[in-house]
């Protein structure tokens, strides 16, 4: 593990967290990265070690953002828990900088990813789960600091999902556009070749576009079976994101509903 106790990285680190809440929590005690060898020399941070800080104050963690609908694919703890801690802190950083106006953000966020995809691998994280995780974090740094690459990014994602859902279909029978097999086969190859022209972020398109149907499959199977076990089981027994959707919907129909008052004479 390349996740240390102390400077000295002499004891492996162990992840000492503070519950706060469901899926709030603090970092009690600092631990430190070890750089590996074999880093893009591009990527390569000013210091072999990176302190992963001791929570303060009001600052929390909720371990890896990983989506509930996710959750029986990718969990939010495991062997990625202290890349994941890594991750925040070092997105803490940029954002630091970014106020500061020292650096490019964009760059530094493409830092902070790579090492997370490095410490995931070390942690022995399977090459296809880290690349998920890897690509969702990338996704968010399009958002964060490079929106206007993102623009270009999501046609071409969605391009290349279509062409495979197109693809996929016709190959059970079904005809979708009026389109040959052979004409959704040449798209998506194509979406896949262009993934070369995000140079550094190649596997994110590519991972994308070949992730993306299951993965959309997936959000509408588990949110269909949370609906049904809302109204089957009681809310209690429903997800937080499914609780708090039904909540402000019940909030707007009573708003609606309720008479107007008029003001005393």
């Keep these: 593990m390349p996740f240390f106790s102390s400077k000295q990285c002499t004891e492996p680190a162990q992840a000492a967290l503070k519950v706060l809440g469901d899926k709030t929590f603090q970092i009690t005690s600092s631990f430190w990265y070890r750089i590996p060898a074999g880093f893009t020399k591009k990527y390569l941070p000013d210091s072999p070690l990176i302190e992963v800080r001791a929570h303060q104050g009001k600052?929390?963690?909720?371990?890896?953002?990983?989506?509930?609908?996710?959750?029986?694919?990718?969990?939010?703890?495991?062997?990625?828990?202290?890349?994941?801690?890594?991750?925040?802190?070092r997105c803490e950083d940029v954002r630091i900088a970014k106020k500061a106006g020292e650096g490019n953000p964009f760059l530094l966020r493409s830092k902070a990813d790579y090492e997370f995809r490095k410490a995931?691998?070390?942690?022995?994280?399977?090459?296809?789960?880290?690349?998920?995780?890897?690509?969702?974090?990338?996704?968010?740094?399009?958002?964060?600091?490079?929106?206007?690459?993102?623009?270009?990014?999501?046609?071409?994602?969605?391009?290349?999902?279509?062409?495979?859902?197109?693809?996929?279909?016709?190959?059970?029978?079904?005809?979708?556009?009026?389109?040959?097999p052979r004409d959704f086969a040449v798209v998506l190859g194509l979406?896949?070749?262009?993934?070369?022209?995000?140079?550094?972020?190649?596997?994110?398109?590519?991972?994308?576009?070949?992730?993306?149907?299951l993965l959309v499959s997936l959000i509408v199977f588990t949110y269909v079976v949370t609906i049904i076990v809302f109204f089957t089981d009681g809310a209690e027994q429903a997800p937080a994101t499914i609780r708090k959707l039904w909540t402000a919907l019940a909030a707007k129909l009573t708003a609606r509903k309720a008479p107007a008052v008029e003001p005393a004479a």
């Design 120 to 180: 995931l691998a070390e942690a022995g994280v399977g090459r296809v789960r880290r690349r998920v995780f890897w690509a969702g974090v990338a996704f968010g740094k399009y958002l964060s600091y490079g929106r206007g690459r993102g623009l270009l990014l999501a046609p071409h994602v969605v391009i290349g999902m279509a062409a495979q859902v197109g693809l996929l279909l016709s190959l059970f029978g079904v005809r979708w556009m009026d389109r040959e």
């Design 191 to 213: 979406a896949l070749l262009a993934s070369a022209a995000w140079w550094r972020d190649w596997s994110l398109p590519f991972v994308a576009i070949l992730a993306g149907p």
């Design 59 to 89: 600052a929390t963690t909720d371990l890896a953002s990983v989506p509930s609908f996710l959750w029986g694919v990718l969990a939010s703890y495991g062997p990625h828990l202290m890349p994941a801690l890594l991750h925040d802190q």
